[in-house]
Structures are given as structure tokens and as C-alpha cells.
């Protein structure tokens, strides 16, 4: 081991690591922005910082697939920092707040000033998601005028240390009767530039079943547990053939619980028939920050109370989120991975919940966010700021 001190070192927590099956008390270390190691003793002197996490879970740092956090350039957005806090969120992934017309801004006023990662799925309409708030919610599928191929593959392929797919909305309140349009649009645009889609179903039209017929091995579906109409579970409350037949294709199946987009019920009879999601994620936005999803942990703790195992929760915010997004280097504590990681309390007790149709749940367990570690280093970035 070379004499070079670590940057700082997270000791005696219990880690969980789903990509590595490492479950238990161990170190993890950190150096030039890298895992450095993980033992089961590292001496704290090896350390320029060490912090005791004894008690509490160590993660690595949780990925959240879908989030709008392009703040002042789209209504639908929140701010990334305060969101990464309360969340334990290391990188956020932008799931289709702007387009072509105006992922510049986003990139050069959001993500190049972020101090938390940001990455993004690039919407295929021009200027994304433009007209959506308390007063104001304008499907922007429902203009095929809109649908922007030829400029999304210009600005994939000038932005791909960023941009990891393609993002489109179908379903009666974002396509209106456009149908399956906007998505052979976006469909046409991922095969040209070899990226995965990410389709937002809300009600139909079109079915659960058209948009499942379309999608590619790695394509994701997001708002997958919602509840009916356009509910993988059938009349008799088992899991649809259909969506069966799209995971054993390599569909991958992701919450984005959103206002609107998850069921507590749908979700039990899927976790009974044992169809876990792949990829758990919060789809934060302004509408609804404040309730039902509140925050990325709260998502996972719903999960975990709804019958999930602890690491298989973990995994959907880490391993499973990093390997939708292709990026080998994120939600693992592999030596020389990014030098993310999340430290968590689980608290037991009686804890409330409440999915998107206002239904609520009490749950034992839940899990809360006691700091990050980005880029090797404790993070101690200001709440609140309104900017990036």
C-alpha cells in the first residue's frame, strides 16, 4: 500500500455494496477523488480526515435516475444542492427538463456549476418539459411540431460526457393524441446516436402494452408501478404478460414516483409476484418536493417497508441506477471508482407514508441522509441558494 495518506476515511460504519456483494462493518477510504480502499481496519492516522460512522450505513453514493433539477430554466425544476442534502444524493440524473433548444443554458448555468454530478437524458421535444407548474401544464408531446430529431442527435453528440439518453413523454396528459409519435421520434434519435430512451407513460393513450411493444434491451420505462389506468397489473392482480415479456428482452422498469406515478398497491401485487423495479427513483419536482415524495430516501424507505430487502433497495439507487446510465464508474466502492459514497441512518419506529393517489402507508423503518462524500471529500455544500 503506497504511504501516501488518504484524503479521508469513513470508519466502522456498516457498508453496503451491492455491485461488490460486500454487506458488513468495513473502512472505506479515499484519495485524488477515488475509492482508495475498503478493509475491514483502517488505521485512522492513514487519513488526513476520518469520520466515525459507527452505527449508521455506508453507500455508495446514491444515483437518482430521474430528477428535474434544471432551476430557472424550466418550471418543473428544483435546486440540485438542496435536493443532493436532504436526499443523500450524490448524482442526479435530469430526466428531460430541457431539449435541444435549451440544454446550452442548462448546461453551462446548471450542470458546469453544480457541485453535485449532474447528468442528464435530453428530451426530444425542443424545449423539453417548457410549460409545467401550480398554474400551468401543457403537454409538450402533443406538438409533433416540436419533436426535434435531427437537433437532439446535434446536441447529443456535442455533450456526451453528460447527456446519457434520450427522454420522452407519451400518454393522454403529456401527448395528448399524438399517440406513439413522439416516441418512434425519440426512438429514431436513440438509434441514430446509440443511447437508451426513457419514455414517461401517464394515461392512455397509448397502452402500457404499445409503449412496452417499442422498447430495446436497456430502454427504460419510468412511472412503472403507477397505479390504473396503464397498470402493469391485470384484472386479476398479477403482473402483466407483457411486462414479463419486456424484462426477459432487458426492459428495465423504473419507479419515478413523481405527483402521480406510484400506487402502493400496484407496487405490492408487483413485489408479490415478484417483479422488483430495477431502478427506484424519486422523479423530484416542484409539484412535488413537498409531498408525496419529499426526498430520495423517502422513496427508498417506502420500498423497504412495502417488503424490499434493505440491499436490494440500496442497489436500485446504486448499482442498478449506474449500470441504466452505463456508467461503470458510479455506485460502487470499487478501487478507483468515483469517490462517491452516502452515509445513512435506518431509524426504527412507526413512520408515515403516502403514495400519489393519497393513499397512506405505516411503515417501521425508514431511512434518512446524514451526509455525502463527493469527489473523496465530506461535503458541506449551502442549502437553500436558489442557484448553482
Known sequence: ??????????????????????SGRFDVAFRNGKVAAVAADIPLDSARQGRDVSGRIVVPGLVDLHT???????????????????SGVTTAVDAGSSGPGNFAGFRAHVIERSEVRILAYLHVSFAGIFAFSKSINVGESEEIRLMAPADAVRVVNANRDVIVGIKVRVGR???????????????????????????????????????????????????AFRPFPNTPVGRDGKVKPAVRDARARGVLFDIGHGKGSLSFDTARKMLEGGFQ????????????????????????????????????????????????????????????????????????????????????????????????????????????????
Open 277 to 388: 423495479p430495477d431502478v427506484i427513483s424519486s422523479d423530484i419536482h416542484v409539484l412535488c418536493i413537498d409531498g408525496p415524495v419529499y426526498d430520495q430516501t423517502t422513496t427508498l424507505s417506502k420500498f423497504l417497508c412495502l417488503g424490499m430487502p434493505l440491499e436490494d433497495v440500496i442497489a436500485a439507487s446504486t448499482s442498478r441506477a449506474a449500470a441504466a446510465l452505463r456508467r461503470p464508474e458510479l455506485g460502487n466502492f470499487s478501487v478507483g471508482s468515483a469517490g462517491d459514497a452516502t452515509v445513512l441512518d435506518l431509524v426504527e419506529g412507526e413512520h408515515a407514508y403516502v403514495d400519489s393517489l393519497g393513499q397512506t402507508m405505516t411503515g417501521r423503518q425508514k431511512l434518512y441522509a446524514r451526509g455525502i462524500v463527493l469527489g473523496g471529500r465530506w461535503w458541506h455544500g449551502e442549502a437553500g441558494t436558489g442557484s448553482l
Open 68 to 86: 428535474h433539477v434544471y432551476w430557472g430554466g424550466s418550471s418543473i425544476s428544483i435546486d440540485a444542492h438542496d435536493f443532493a442534502r436532504r
Open 173 to 223: 396528459n403529456s401527448s395528448g393524441r399524438s399517440g406513439t409519435q413522439p416516441l418512434d421520434a425519440a426512438l429514431q434519435v436513440a438509434e441514430e446516436v446509440g443511447v437508451p430512451v426513457m419514455v414517461h407513460i401517464d394515461h392512455p393513450p397509448p397502452s402500457y402494452e404499445e409503449v412496452l411493444d417499442r422498447l430495446r434491451p436497456g430502454d427504460i420505462l419510468t412511472h
Open 1 to 22: 500500500m503506497t504511504t501516501d495518506k488518504f484524503d479521508l476515511l469513513l470508519k466502522g460504519g456498516r457498508v453496503i455494496d451491492p455491485a461488490n456483494g460486500v
